[in-house]
């Protein structure tokens, strides 16, 4: 589903990523995780090019990312993506903010459209709240909605950004939960997280970045049990 094969990006000098190389069924569920500044931001956004990169190549079922010739908001309208911010429009209600990339991207009628975005309304929680504004829902609303909205567009991978980071802390299991049932249902996915705890639940892999490279690509298990890399090790000891 996804293939990132010898990725390297750099800002002039400053080497960001390093012969990244992985691969991500369809299913799967891998988490990403490492030190700040390590790359993972920049790794996930390169792979539904919000990021460009200066060498290797991504595959995104099959269609080349970083070709000049890829239509990229028709590869951006297949891959979900929710990051650390929640990002809804603020002047538009929350039914809006689930229909208008649907009605504006993939052509959908209002009606369609609304009755889709109600319906993951009602799957996160928060069919209650159709009519009123992002401002008016708290941090963990607010990313249960954009979770929903990337939803409604019926993305073949979902990526995520440490989307219960900036959250407090009582609003994270309900942002978890909701990213479990998707694992659980077959959603596959790219998560960089710290939750552990979500990992060990429905990853199958973890990913471990560190200046700029991947230096551990591991079964669940594995990983946990016995990281290869002192690198790994020393970080685990300090999350978990
Ligand atoms: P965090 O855990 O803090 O989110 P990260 O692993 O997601 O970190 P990135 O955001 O991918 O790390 O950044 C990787 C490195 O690239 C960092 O050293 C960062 O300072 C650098 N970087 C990111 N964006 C730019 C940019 N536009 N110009 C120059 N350097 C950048
Ligand atoms: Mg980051």
Do not use: W
Not at 89 to 108: C, D, M, W, Y
């Amino acid at each position: 589903m996804i293939e990132i094969d010898k990725v390297s990006k750099h800002y002039g000098s400053f080497q960001v990523l390093t012969d990244c190389s992985t691969s991500i069924r369809k299913g799967e569920v891998v988490v990403v995780c490492g030190p700040s500044g390590s790359g993972k931001s920049t790794l996930i956004k390169c792979v539904n090019a919000l990021e460009p990169f200066q060498a290797g190549s991504i595959r995104v079922n099959g269609t080349e990312v970083g070709d000049p010739r890829t239509n990229l908001p028709k590869l951006r309208s297949h891959v979900g993506m929710v990051f650390q911010h929640f990002e809804l429009f603020p002047h538009l209600s929350i039914t809006e903010n689930l229909t208008i990339a649907q009605t504006k991207v993939l052509g959908r009628s209002k009606d369609e459209a609304t009755d889709k975005g109600l319906k993951l309304l009602e799957r996160v929680g928060l069919k209650a709240h159709a009519h009123k504004y992002p401002g008016q829902l708290s941090g963990g609303q607010q990313q249960r909605v954009a979770i929903a909205r990337a939803l409604s567009m019926d993305p073949i991978v979902m990526l995520f950004d440490e989307p219960t980071s900036a959250l407090d802390p009582e609003m994270v299991g309900e942002v978890l939960d909701v990213m479990v049932e998707l694992a659980k249902e077959g959603m596959t996915m790219m998560c960089v997280t710290h939750e552990m705890g979500f990992a060990r639940k429905v990853a199958d892999r973890v990913i471990f970045m560190d200046a700029g490279r991947i230096v551990e690509d591991d079964e669940k298990q594995a990983f946990f049990d016995s990281p290869r890399s002192e690198r790994a090790q020393s970080f685990l000891a300090k999350i978990l």
